[in-house]
């Protein structure tokens, strides 16, 4: 991002498309580690990734953040990975301000 910005001055778009998942079969074999992991990469990330750019976003700018079926539908085996998805779709829906 910093030589995009370095280069261009501002930036036109942030895509926001990365994710892990372990597949686990039942809620009780998350361990607390995993689950930070998880949320520390796939939601996290996306966050702090937007926090940087906006900055540098002007208002016809665009931010793009994917997620999967799993944030509606949920998955039995990836229950951590689907409640990343699921506070993905969160954050799209809220309203982020503070594009120039």
Do not use: C, W
């Not at 039942?26 to 930070?36: A, C, G, K, N, P």
């Not at 926090?51 to 540098?56: F, R, S």
Request: glycine share 4%.
């Amino acid at each position: 991002m910093d030589k995009t910005i370095e280069s261009f001055g501002h930036l036109d778009i942030l895509v926001n498309n990365h994710a892990f998942q372990v597949i686990q079969r039942s809620i009780l074999d998350i361990t607390h580690e995993q689950l930070e992991f998880l949320f520390r990469n796939n939601v996290f990330s996306f966050f702090y990734l937007i926090q940087y750019a906006l900055p540098h976003m002007k208002r016809s700018a665009s931010i793009i953040n994917t997620t999967s079926v799993t944030a509606y539908e949920g998955n039995k085996d990836l229950i951590d990975y689907s409640a990343t998805k699921g506070a993905i779709v969160a954050l799209t829906r809220s309203r982020i301000s503070g594009v120039g």
